[in-house]
């Protein structure tokens, strides 16, 4: 069993940068892979970035390529999402989720999820 609690989502300005965390409950965090998801008011729920056990496999939806950085930190049992350059697209609530196995990364079908975190980016 996984529980997350996402924090740091706040207002920002345009082009602004925002950092979030994602903190998680279990001895075995780092068996998970953990993926960020938003999703604004009407939308569905849509794929961010994902990361494997450690750094070394990450991942990102082709809209926040190379203006936002997915890390972990498993002796802490943290995951963090730095989010650069950002858009009032970006807007939304943002959600860490978690799971075992390695397979359908982008899809909502995760395990474990986070209450979420709000951010919103004004232009």
């Known amino acids: 069993q996984v529980q997350l609690v996402e924090s740091g989502g706040a207002l920002v300005q345009a082009g602004g940068s925002l950092r979030l965390s994602c903190a998680a409950s279990g001895r075995t965090f780092s068996r998970y892979v953990v993926g960020w998801f938003r999703q604004a008011p009407g939308t569905e729920r849509e794929f961010v970035a994902v990361i494997g056990w450690s750094d070394a496999m990450t991942s990102y939806a082709g809209s926040v390529k190379g203006r936002f950085t997915i890390s972990r930190d498993n002796a802490k049992n943290m995951v963090y999402l730095q989010m650069n350059s950002l858009k009032p697209e970006d807007t939304g609530v943002y959600y860490c989720?978690?799971?075992?196995?390695?397979?359908?990364?982008?899809?909502?079908?995760?395990?474990?999820w986070g209450q979420g975190t709000q951010v919103t980016v004004s232009s």
């Open positions: 989720a978690a799971k075992e196995t390695v397979a359908e990364l982008t899809t909502t079908r995760y395990d474990y």
